[in-house]
């Protein structure tokens, strides 16, 4: 059983905010696992691949934020679940930007622009604890209007609250030095790729909520 939106909510915001986090979540398989691919550098074709479906992913993201803060209202914690989104967007775009110049620069594959280079350096705080941070934000806001609005089912206030503790853990892991293989470093696979997978694909099951237009139960 499902429960509709109130009426000020359209059914364009609804099932736009919807696609978009559904494709977020779809893109993200394709995208994250191509950074587990090569045990060194990676070839420049995989970091250009990987680098072109985080623009679309996130460039859909954007999309997603804005639609859903129509979705949700226009109260305070709406606000601030959407500003964090686009913030944490627009910073990853740049971080994208950032690794895409290692490959161009680079063409042979021998740089793996992770952790190759000041670039690399720059680029765990953006990957890492910032955008966990951005995320908390981004969840708690939506946990707090989804928890006054009921215009979400609870399980997604639940969800999100769980998922933003686990994010606030990796924002110390600044602290434990720049080495892949290690899970809790700055760009270590667990405190990077790893929940950041989880994340857009909770942003997936959020849209699945959306298009099948449940509230509250």
Request: charged content about 10%.
């Amino acid at each position: 059983m499902t429960t509709t939106y109130p009426s000020s909510v359209s059914v364009a915001d609804r099932k736009i905010s919807g696609i978009c986090a559904t494709l977020v979540g779809a893109l993200s398989l394709v995208m994250v696992p191509l950074y587990f691919v090569y045990s060194g550098p990676p070839p420049a074709d995989n970091v250009l691949s990987r680098n072109l479906i985080t623009v679309a992913v996130f460039t859909v993201f954007l999309i997603f934020t804005t639609a859903l803060r129509r979705v949700l209202g226009g109260s305070l914690a709406s606000d601030i679940a959407s500003t964090a989104g686009l913030v944490y967007a627009a910073m990853t775009l740049v971080a994208a930007s950032l690794e895409t110049g290692v490959a161009l620069q680079y063409p042979d594959g021998s740089k793996d622009p992770t952790i190759d280079g000041p670039l690399a350096n720059g680029m765990a705080l953006l990957h890492g604890p910032i955008a966990r941070a951005l995320v908390v934000t981004f969840l708690i806001a939506l946990a707090i209007e989804v928890h006054r609005s009921g215009v979400l089912p609870s399980w997604v206030r639940t969800g999100s609250v769980v998922l933003a503790v686990v994010n606030l853990a990796f924002v110390p892991s600044l602290f434990f030095g720049m080495d892949p293989e290690n899970f809790y470093a700055a760009n270590g696979w667990g405190s990077t790729a790893s929940v950041g997978m989880v994340n857009m694909l909770w942003i997936g099951a959020i849209g699945v909520a959306l298009l099948r237009g449940q509230g509250r139960k």
